[in-house]
């Protein structure tokens, strides 16, 4: 299952005595279990959950609103009278219309999610065909679907047309159908991994250059803006990378599978 916990620091240092549980959600399977969790520029909680896992959506979640798996998650931390959360009061859907937790749907596994302002970006893993990264507005008003298992990439999954409505509630809600501003094909790579938008002041011509990466093709990839502009592959075989992440100074980081570290650094 998949646990979201509150930790408080004592003397700089996490106190695992001091653990506060948000969330305990079911998973079916041991696959898709969560791919990070990131305060948003709102100063929310956003949690991105995949759809349960197995394969080609086996359980039915990613077009659920009313389940917690395949969705992108939003609360506040703070404890509202019996919930150890609360739920905000913009979020886009009511209890009629799905989870009132829910911000977004159709996601089969978001390997790493990212803010820049108020920016999402949403790197998500293709099942056999296509791996995509989407970039939307932060805004809670409107409930975005990435599609899963409708489309995987901008493509539709297990025909040949199909349904790109992005489907309406019980409720009468509408949801945004969102396709990617990037996509790769098998067997380019095979999973993607999300990464950061690059503020380093040592690399300036980089600046806003989202980065990504790929666990099998081993290769940095990135483009600028939520267009896609300027696509470019920056680095190439490092390995299985599974992560990145941002240093004191503002360098990027990137993460193995392996245990390596490597830092993204100017040309000399």
């Known amino acids: ?6 930790f408080r620091r ?10 506060r549980q948000l969330l305990e959600i079911r998973q079916p399977a041991a696959n898709h279990n969560g791919g990070n ?3 948003g520029p709102d100063g929310m909680l956003y949690i991105g959950m995949g759809d349960g896992g ?3 959506d086996r359980f039915g979640n990613g077009q659920d609103p009313f ?13 509202s009278g019996d919930l150890p959360y609360t739920v905000p009061a913009d979020n886009p859907l009511s209890p009629d219309d799905g989870d009132p937790l829910t911000y977004a749907i159709g996601l089969r596994n978001p390997w790493r999610f ?14 056999g065909q296509w791996e995509e990264v989407s970039v939307v507005p932060v805004d809670p008003s409107v409930a975005d679907n990435f ?36 996509e790769y094909p098998h067997p380019d790579g095979c999973s993607v991994t999300g990464g950061v938008v690059m503020r380093d002041p040592a690399i300036p011509e980089l600046d806003g250059f989202y980065v990504y990466g ?16 300027g696509q470019a592959e920056i680095l190439t075989g490092l390995g299985n990378i599974s992560s990145f992440g941002v240093d004191a100074d503002g360098s990027v980081v990137v993460v193995t599978l392996g245990g390596s570290i490597w830092r993204i650094v100017p040309v000399r």
């Open 214 to 229: 790929d666990y099998c093709g081993g290769f940095v990839r990135g483009f600028f803006g939520p267009n896609g502009d």
């Open 114 to 127: 990212t803010f820049d302002g108020d920016v999402l970006y949403v790197a998500d893993v293709g099942q």
């Open 37 to 39: 969790l990131e305060f």
């Open 54 to 56: 197995a394969s080609n």
């Open 147 to 182: 599609g899963w298992p409708v489309l995987e990439g901008s493509h539709c999954f297990t025909t040949s047309n199909c349904d790109r409505s992005a489907g309406i509630t019980p409720d009468g809600f509408q949801f945004d159908m969102i396709e990617p501003v990037v």
């Open 10 to 19: 004592v003397n700089g240092v996490m106190d695992p005595g001091t653990e």
């Open 1 to 6: 299952d998949t646990v979201v916990s509150e």
């Open 67 to 79: 389940t917690r798996l395949g969705s992108m998650l939003r609360l506040d931390p703070t404890p």
